[in-house]
């Protein structure tokens, strides 16, 4: 948060600014309110900065969510962390230096009213980590304890993990689904694009989205044509009926962004099949996807993604000028691979942005 006064001198005009976890989503709220976004009809004046907010709770801290949507009870907190964290821990010490878990219903529907409150803003960032650990002790900036590796207020945000060694402990993945898909249902519900966060679980996303979508599959040519045909044929039984059109409500995303994607280029067919009904995009970062020495996986899957699906972050946790020096190299990355002009790049992931975040 210290670094959002920067964002006002920044080359970039707009961010999309993610919440991952409790301490978030207020200040993603609030630096939305400093920066507003109005329009949808690529509206922004050079000399203005905006903010598009996205509110959602992260895989990484999947484990501080008790879902209670079927039932009214406060768990126990050690029980609680004992049932969703593998392996179980035997250290109870450990387990109350833990936050009181947080009623998954009631985070929803808060999430559900900023979401209602900013009429632009996403659902983000959700998603499956199978490699992430808890970090040992509790946050030294939220007071709960004195610790040598915590920092100042301006240093981090409260509740990250302020350099602390890591446990052996990963959020079971029954339980990383049951929150990301109580997410994706809110964003299917207000027909809002999602952010998603995936590490070693790309197979485990899509089959999660697919079971949303089952039955709502695109049909193939042949299956367009027959129905195009039966629907001539009918043509003139419904000519006089004049009353309103009835959208049908679909439950899944209407679009889903895999952000700073890691996955093989053969996952992306998946992803990309004529069947699929929802839009999927992939978008990528110098600091993630090109952060090891080798990048021929990335450099092949960017060629394999389609040009009006790719777009591109920092994936940074502050804004200024390191920020817009990412989003530069990652502008410059793109285009070579993809053997697009600067001018010409630009404008296309402009344009992918825009068709991203507003449809």
Not at 236 to 264: A, T, V, W
Request: with cysteine; hydrophobic share 35%; charged share 25%.
């Amino acid at each position: 948060m210290a670094s959002v006064k920067d964002f006002a001198d920044m080359k970039a005009r707009v961010l999309t600014v993610m919440a991952t976890r409790s301490q978030d989503q207020e200040k993603v709220e609030k630096t939305a309110r400093m920066y507003p976004i109005h329009s949808s009809h690529d509206p922004l004046d050079p000399q203005s900065r905006y903010v598009v907010p996205a509110f959602g709770w992260h895989p990484w801290f999947s484990h501080q969510l008790f879902d209670d949507r079927d039932k009214q009870c406060q768990p126990d907190p050690v029980e609680h962390y004992k049932s969703v964290l593998v392996p179980a821990p035997e250290d109870e010490d450990f387990l109350r230096t833990l936050p009181a878990p947080y009623s998954l219903q009631e985070f929803l529907q808060q999430t559900e009213a900023r979401l209602n409150e900013f009429p632009f803003s996403l659902v983000g960032e959700v998603g499956l980590d199978r490699s992430f650990r808890l970090p040992e002790g509790p946050s030294a900036v939220t007071g709960d304890m004195s610790s040598k590796t915590g920092g100042s207020e301006g240093e981090y945000t409260p509740g990250s993990r302020e350099g602390r060694p890591l446990t052996p402990y990963r959020v079971n993945m029954d339980h990383q689904k049951i929150v990301l898909k109580a997410q994706f249902e809110l964003a299917a519900k207000l027909r809002r694009p999602v952010s998603v966060h995936s590490v070693q679980a790309h197979g485990l996303v899509f089959e999660l989205m697919q079971s949303m979508w089952k039955g709502h599959e695109k049909p193939s040519k042949r299956e367009r044509k027959k129905k195009a045909d039966i629907t001539n044929a009918h043509a003139s039984e419904d000519k006089d009926n004049d009353g309103p059109e009835i959208k049908q409500i679909l439950p899944f995303p209407p679009r889903i962004c895999m952000h700073s994607y890691s996955g093989p280029p053969d996952a992306l067919k998946q992803y990309l099949n004529h069947t699929v009904p929802a839009e999927i995009y992939f978008s990528f970062s110098t600091a993630i996807n090109f952060s090891s020495a080798s990048s021929a996986k990335v450099i092949s899957v960017i060629k394999a993604v389609p040009d009006d699906r790719i777009l591109i972050e920092s994936d940074l946790h502050c804004a200024g000028e390191t920020m817009d020096k990412l989003l530069k190299e990652i502008v410059h990355k793109v285009c070579v691979i993809k053997e697009w002009s600067l001018e010409e790049g630009a404008q296309k992931l402009k344009r992918n942005w825009i068709k991203f975040v507003f449809g």
